[in-house]
């Protein structure tokens, strides 16, 4: 069961990096740039993950996020995802799953805590993600 929104953010695909070529089986390396909430609070990040694609046009990857709030705190999200393209150019939908880590006492209730996310990119790079807190089949 989906708990609380956990945060969400947008921004842009910043680079991309060719990792492996293996014609549709290649992989390559996406960074992003963007800004957000996380918990209320606003929040920068830098990401970057790899990707691949996989039988059926089925896109996985893994990476991860670092988050500096207003006030300077860091958080980092780390974990996979799967998504398929859905257009031209870099437009494709994600379903991501990871966890936090931290060591800030105002955000001590997310160390750990499964995180399920939703991560949609546009044609030209820019991006959304909303993400929630996993609670579990007995929420």
């Not at 990792?19 to 209320?40: F, H, I, M, P, T």
């Not at 990401?47 to 691949?52: D, F, G, R, V």
């Not at 991860?64 to 207003?70: K, Q, S």
């Not at 030209?124 to 089949?137: I, L, V």
Request: proline share 4%.
């Amino acid at each position: 069961m989906l708990g609380e929104v956990v945060g969400e953010a947008s921004g842009k695909i910043t680079n991309i990096k060719v990792l492996e070529n293996a014609g549709d089986r290649s992989k390559v390396e996406v960074s992003l740039q963007g800004q957000g909430k996380l918990a209320e609070v606003g929040i920068t990040e830098i990401a970057s993950y790899w990707q691949e694609m996989r039988p059926g046009r089925i896109l996985y990857g893994e990476g991860g996020m670092v988050w500096t709030t207003d006030d300077g705190e860091l958080l980092s999200w780390k974990g996979f995802g799967f998504g398929k393209p859905t257009g031209p150019g870099y437009s494709a939908s994600w379903a991501g799953c990871g966890s936090i880590q931290t060591s800030s006492e105002r955000f001590a209730h997310l160390a750990g805590v499964p995180v399920l996310a939703e991560y949609e990119v546009g044609e030209q790079g820019n991006y959304h993600w909303t993400a929630w807190e996993w609670k579990g089949p007995a929420g």
